[in-house]
């Protein structure tokens, strides 16, 4: 099991810390933050995939094509934690190094669209006071952390729950009792 996590975990955190890095890259300097989001839960839905793979290798390799739902479920969490904190990893040296100004360019395009859109001065204010807090909040690295995690495990553990609700399986099907009692003779 440790093999299965290990190697999808990587890749799957590989994946998404590559496309993370790229979306950030490219849709920030655009200004298109909104388009970024989309291809970064795109991205991490495609890496999450590696879920899959690993659940199903894990029960028709090394479980004898059985596997319970909660057994199913550790093995997807842990690739699930695995990638994502390659993802965290990622994101804390390519918001430090490369991207120290990612949140002011953020905040300043959310107040932009805020005042196109006609918002009261009531509304600007309290966005305002928001985004404040929220930027002295971002200078915490454990916060950066955090909110790191927050915006990449929901998504890799809903795979894990429907991962492992479709591939669980408590007994081996027919053929595969044939193939595992023909290959013992």
């Known amino acids: 099991m440790k093999k299965i996590v290990l190697v999808c975990g990587v890749i799957a955190g590989l994946i998404v810390s590559a496309m993370g890095v790229i979306s950030t890259?490219?849709?920030?300097?655009?200004?298109?933050?909104?388009?970024?989001?989309?291809?970064?839960?795109?991205?991490?839905?495609?890496?999450?995939?590696?879920?899959?793979?690993?659940?199903?290798?894990?029960?028709?390799?090394?479980?004898?094509?059985?596997?319970?739902?909660?057994?199913?479920?550790?093995?997807?969490?842990?690739?699930?934690?695995?990638?994502?904190?390659?993802?965290?990893?990622?994101?804390?040296?390519?918001?430090?190094?490369?991207?120290?100004?990612?949140?002011?360019k953020y905040f300043i395009r959310e107040l932009d669209q805020l005042k196109a859109s006609g918002a009261s001065a009531a509304t600007l204010a309290e966005k305002t006071a928001e985004i404040t807090k929220m930027r002295e909040w971002a200078k915490n690295e454990f916060f950066v952390i955090i909110m790191t995690y927050v915006e990449i495990l929901p998504v890799g553990l809903i795979v894990t729950l429907i991962a492992a609700l479709i591939l669980k399986r408590k007994t081996v099907k027919p053929q595969t009792a044939t193939a595992i009692t023909g290959a013992a003779i």
Do not use: Q
């Not at 059985?66 to 390519?94: D, E, Q, R």
């Open 25 to 104: 890259a490219v849709f920030c300097a655009s200004g298109d933050f909104e388009g970024g989001m989309v291809f970064g839960y795109a991205s991490m839905i495609l890496a999450f995939s590696l879920v899959f793979v690993g659940i199903k290798n894990f029960r028709d390799k090394y479980n004898n094509g059985m596997v319970s739902f909660g057994k199913a479920f550790k093995v997807g969490l842990l690739i699930t934690l695995v990638a994502s904190t390659l993802y965290v990893v990622t994101w804390l040296i390519n918001f430090h190094f490369f991207m120290p100004d990612f949140y002011d």
